[in-house]
């Protein structure tokens, strides 16, 4: 087995070479309808991005999930992890969201892994763009589902992203710094509560990779949707990652981040923004929610006003938390 130091050396010189996306200059990506999302970018083939890390998408692209669910594929031995298995919907019911379109990703799964066994499946969290095959692999392959604990909410505003899978039933669930290991690989999970209270990352402990879920992503930022999602804890969590030394991020959307430490100071100074912007739209006499949205997000694609109106009542109940605004009928004010 390769030691730790070595395998970080493999890891950068399969990261000089060219992938899939650039590596973009801005990290705050919000979709107008002059930039719609993409379509799905090579759905179901097994792409190596690093010696320890591969990566099959799932054929779900759409305004929430980008390209598509990446599912990862860590270990280059006997055995293997499988993090974020994907969607299982069959993309021909009407009224099917895309973002839950799971047609052949088991099988392109198993095609990808052909010849190693899998040890885990992993998941991030329970969003239906993220756990629901983990159970059809299950059965195809024996492994165990390991990760975040299961949820399962109903929430009270318009849909901000994917649904919560209701089915998903771990056989372990991780905490903090557990880890769990297999042929050459260690995975340690970190815990990152906001995007949703039960949200892991985890980090791949030979290379320094950390798969970062819908926690930290390049495209776009992270939806904060409550009542689950908490923007206090959003930016503990980010502050978290902040103080870590990983050396590249692996999300579940979008492009790999090479610059983890800038990418995150830019989140959280951009969280930092929102509250200010809403300081001052209630200083100007705005008090509900769509008026806010519409002077703040300009340009925004019209699918995505639910998704940003939720992000501003996250933001407005951690102001409410510290005693800065308050409510009453549903209209806000500063306090």
């Known amino acids: 087995m390769e030691d730790q130091a070595a395998l970080r050396h493999h890891a950068q010189l399969f990261l000089r070479r060219p992938l899939l996306f650039d590596d973009p200059e801005c990290h705050i990506v919000l979709m107008s309808e002059d930039k ?13 991005h690093e010696p320890l890390v591969r990566r099959v998408l799932a054929p779900n692209p759409s305004p929430y999930t980008f390209t598509g669910t990446q599912t990862w594929i860590v270990g280059a031995g006997s055995d293997v992890a499988v993090i974020d298995p994907g969607p299982t919907g069959s993309g021909l019911s009407i009224g099917d ?35 629901p095959a983990a159970a059809p692999l299950r059965e195809a392959t024996g492994a165990p589902i390991i990760g975040c604990a299961p949820l399962a909410l109903t929430d009270d505003g318009p849909r901000a992203d994917s649904a919560f899978d209701t089915d998903y039933a771990p056989d372990r669930i991780l905490t903090d710094g557990e880890r769990i290991s297999g042929d050459g690989w260690t995975i340690e999970a970190v815990a990152t509560p906001g995007h949703t209270s039960n949200h892991l ?14 926690h930290v992503m390049a495209w776009s930022t992270s939806v904060v949707s409550p009542p689950d999602g908490d923007m206090a804890a959003y930016m503990v ?10 050396r590249v ?33 209630l200083e100007k006499g705005a008090s509900v929610i769509p008026d806010m949205v519409k002077h703040m997000y300009k340009g925004l694609d019209p699918r995505l006003t639910g998704a940003a109106g939720r992000s501003v009542l996250a933001h407005l109940i951690d102001l409410e938390n510290r005693g800065a605004v308050r409510v009453q009928n549903d209209e806000w004010m500063l306090a």
Not at 201 to 214: I, N, R, Y
Not at 255 to 274: E, I, N, S, T, Y
């Open 201 to 214: 990352c985890f980090g791949l402990v030979e290379t320094g990779a950390l798969f970062t879920g819908d």
């Open 97 to 131: 969201p895309a973002d839950i379109n799971g047609a052949g990703h088991v099988d392109a799964i198993l095609r990808a892994t052909e010849g190693q066994r899998i040890a885990a499946i992993l998941c991030t969290h329970t969003h239906r763009d993220h756990s």
């Open 36 to 48: 719609p999302w993409p379509d799905s970018i090579h759905a179901g083939e097994c792409e190596q």
């Open 249 to 281: 991020y692996y999300p579940a959307h979008g492009p790999a981040v090479f610059k983890p430490q800038q990418l995150v100071r830019g989140m959280l100074g951009h969280r930092k923004q929102r509250e200010r912007q809403i300081l001052r739209e």
């Open 237 to 246: 969590s980010l502050s978290k990652l902040y103080d870590r030394k990983d």
